[in-house]
């Protein structure tokens, strides 16, 4: 299959292309940028016209629910959301049932993913068994297995013992760690900010410092180990400042945040949206604003989609009983367009915010579009407005605080190793 | 502003929260339980306002005493009144609430009052239900208890009419307090130019100066000059662990005694929304004391429920 993608707006920040330039397709690959290669005839030309074409999206955290929460969503499901989404590659965190823990789990998975062919999936490891921050998981046999770290998911190490042996072994092997720094005591059952919206509306807490002692821990462990560590949804002003002193310390640290805290704080609970539970819980004015400030001047390395879809009658609860999450996948693009037009940024930014970064922490060849490359490519119109609703996304989770909003950035073509997997 | 308890027109729809509501429709109930306050006296008890109409009480909490007044409160409108209990009963068969709820409404329930251990329990049934239903929060979680508040600024304003006048103190868990977030909001709304709250800060949330109150730590010093102290109760498990580390050093700095009671205005009064932890939280010669309305604050419960009931069934 040759393709012919014509007339588009090429942004490919890792090689500093941002111009109006044609990209040549063959056998998966890139084979010619702004001229075609001798000889090349196309299969099919595309018209991207008034569009950009980029690299594939690069998601840091998607959930697919598979294996042992089908009723939540398939892989089938959110690999076509995430083909929806322009999203190529991503990484998804161990907390299926049964857990992400053996290499036998991590095989089937990568095995069905590779038969649905609709976007590279890259499976996070359990970095304890059972994800119970007891007993250290094969983790040589798990990345054999198609690993490329490891992770507990939302059910953070308590014992500081275990945590500082975890990331000693990883180290050995230089196995990247991935946490989400939450410590298990402050949080216990909260459900939203500590702020004046808990305080009105009765919420159970979760303090900014339940973040931030625990990233203090991880980034102290970190230091003592040598892990290479990174950090996943960050949602406090103050852990933004801790990661800074920490890279510029020169730890081997990279962290992220989820999409929906560029936009969203505790004010969008309103009267006690259940959309807007989501883990980390969204904070305050002050904490959104660092953390749009910290992905711009790359304190921050990548945005992810933090997509978790949740079964509808998960949702139908009072705030508290309700399950946590939003499904992501195909909001990941518009929202981060849409936090980089809100700070005067340009588009190769957005776009480096969603491939090549987050490529770089996966340690992935793709994210670009350099000559010989996978052809991983997402070609979307940056003006077109959609509304946000259920029967708009792919993904088996329709929930998410954007409901009935119109957001610009709708995909229009996502190539994966040479293949149209998505088109409208 | 989206307001769920209100209607388009911007009258009762369902009352789930203080915060929200325009003075006009607070002084409206209070104003109309006024006129219910003589029923109870009457040699018939009874008014037809509800005639035909039924009213769930749908307790996913246990709770004698609330459920007793709003089923007092509704049979003395001439409502028919259904109980249900749902911690014991379906609930714990798996039954969601939702479900629960529309097996009421295909009963052709008018009205569901609504107790739940989670904040927004209320909100959450309000939205889902038919149009014709009204909802009332008879507490849900931390959130909100509104006919509790209304109830004791009913009292209040019978004992001190001037309310943009006062000084009124609240003591004890406001944390866990739903009934200190809706009194909170019913005395700023009807405009009493300060409200305090005292407690350790243990047992106060974080940011509650936002909800316009003033925060004292020391008895002495919050109970200084106050017309009104409203007193809270503290749950039995909250007395010892991290929160507290002991009921004698809880009432030794918190409770309510004579001796602070006379740091207040001599002609204070003091509320509390029951059931007390005589020693505790209040001394008993304070709560039995001539200072205390809290025996009239549970007559008066009776009519501001039976207004708010009324209110609601008027506004169809």
Known sequence: MKIHIKNGRLIDPKNGVDAKQDLFIAAGKVVGIGQAPADFTANQVIDATGLVVCPGLVDLSARLREPGYEYKATLESEMLAAAAGGVTSLACPPDTDPVLDEPGLVEMLKHRARQLNLAHVYPLGALTRQLQGVNLTEMCELTEAGCVGFSQADKPITDTLVLWRAMQYAATFGFTVWLHPQDTYLAANGVAHDGEIAARLGLRPIPAAAETIALATILRLARETGARLHVCRLSTAESIDMVAVAKAEGLPVTCDIAANHLHLTEYDIGFFDANCHLQPPLRSQRDKDALRQGLANGTIDAVCSDHTPVDEDAKLLPFGEAEAGATGLELLLPLTLKWAQEQSLPLSTAIACMTTRPAAILGLKSGHLGLQTSADVCIFDPEQYWKIEARALKSQGKNTPFTGMELAGKVRYTILDGDIVYKT | ?316
């Open chain 2, 1 to 316: 502003m989206y307001n769920p308890q209100l209607t388009d027109d911007g009258k009762l729809k369902h009352l789930l929260s203080i915060e929200g509501l325009p003075k006009s429709i607070i002084t409206q109930i209070l104003d109309t339980a006024e006129s219910f306050v003589g029923v109870a006296e009457r040699e018939v008890k009874k008014v037809p306002l509800l005639r035909g109409k039924t009213v769930c009480n749908i307790f996913f909490e246990n709770s004698t005493r609330t459920r007793t007044t709003f089923e007092i409160a509704a049979k003395r409108l001439s409502a028919d009144v259904i109980n249900l209990n749902v911690s014991t009963s379906s609930q714990s068969k798996g039954e969601t609430i939702l479900d629960t709820v529309d097996n009421l409404t295909a009963m052709h329930a008018d009205m569901f009052v609504i107790r739940h251990s989670q904040s927004g329990a209320a909100h959450f049934i309000a939205r889902h239900v038919k149009p014709h239903i009204h909802v009332i929060n008879a507490g849900d979680g931390r959130h909100a208890h509104p006919t509790q508040a209304l109830l004791d600024v009913f009292t209040i304003r019978r004992y001190k009419p001037e309310m943009h006048n006062l000084r009124v103190a609240l003591v004890g868990d406001v944390l866990h307090s739903r009934v200190a977030r809706s009194e909170i909001h019913a005395l700023t709304t009807l405009g009493v130019p300060e409200v305090r709250v005292i407690a350790p800060k243990t047992l106060l949330p974080e940011h509650v100066e936002k909800l316009g109150v003033h925060v004292y730590h020391d008895m002495a010093a919050g109970l200084k000059d106050v017309d009104v102290v409203m007193m809270l109760r503290l749950q039995n498990e909250r007395m010892t662990g991290a929160l507290l580390p002991s009921a004698q050093e809880y009432f030794k700095t918190f409770g309510l005694t004579q001796e602070k009671l006379a740091l207040a205005k001599p002609d204070a009064i003091v509320t509390h929304p029951g059931p007390m932890n005589r020693g505790i939280e209040i001394d008993s010669s304070v709560a039995d004391g001539r200072q205390s309305v809290i025996l009239p604050q549970v007559t008066y419960g009776i009519a501001v429920r039976m207004a708010v009931m009324s209110i609601l069934a008027g506004n169809n």
